[in-house]
């Protein structure tokens, strides 16, 4: 038996869910990527590192572009609260600054933090 997207996300395929200004629906190809960002995400966490928008690109064969990631990064959020985890897109930085590229990256430093602890014990 092969399992679906939805069997390994808290959020809903079909549902509607803040990304910025808009509300965009969750579809089974982007819960697809956040399925297979998660993954490589919390091997991210549990070696206390960060990975940037195009390795994370990369780590999911291209599902989704380094330059189109918000909504993937809203998504896992999403999920991540859903499931009352730590915010795994605060591990997601540009190759240039070393951060994240929300307008307001004070989120980003504390929610890192509370990943690394959060999956420390997971590895």
Do not use: K, N
Request: proline letters at 5%.
């Amino acid at each position: 038996m092969t399992s679906s997207p939805e069997d390994d996300l808290a959020i809903v395929i079909g549902a509607r869910y803040p990304v910025g200004q808009r509300m965009h629906r969750l579809t089974s190809r982007m819960a697809r990527a956040v399925v297979l960002s998660r993954s490589v995400l919390i091997d991210v966490a549990q070696h206390r590192e960060v990975i940037t928008y195009g390795e994370l690109s990369q780590s999911i064969d291209g599902a989704v572009l380094a330059r189109h990631m918000g909504p993937l990064l809203h998504m896992i959020s999403h999920d991540c609260e859903a499931r009352g985890e730590p915010d795994l897109a605060s591990l997601v930085v540009s190759a240039s600054t070393g951060e994240v590229g929300t307008p307001d990256g004070s989120w980003a430093v504390p929610q890192r933090r509370a990943c690394w602890e959060y999956w420390q014990d997971e590895a």
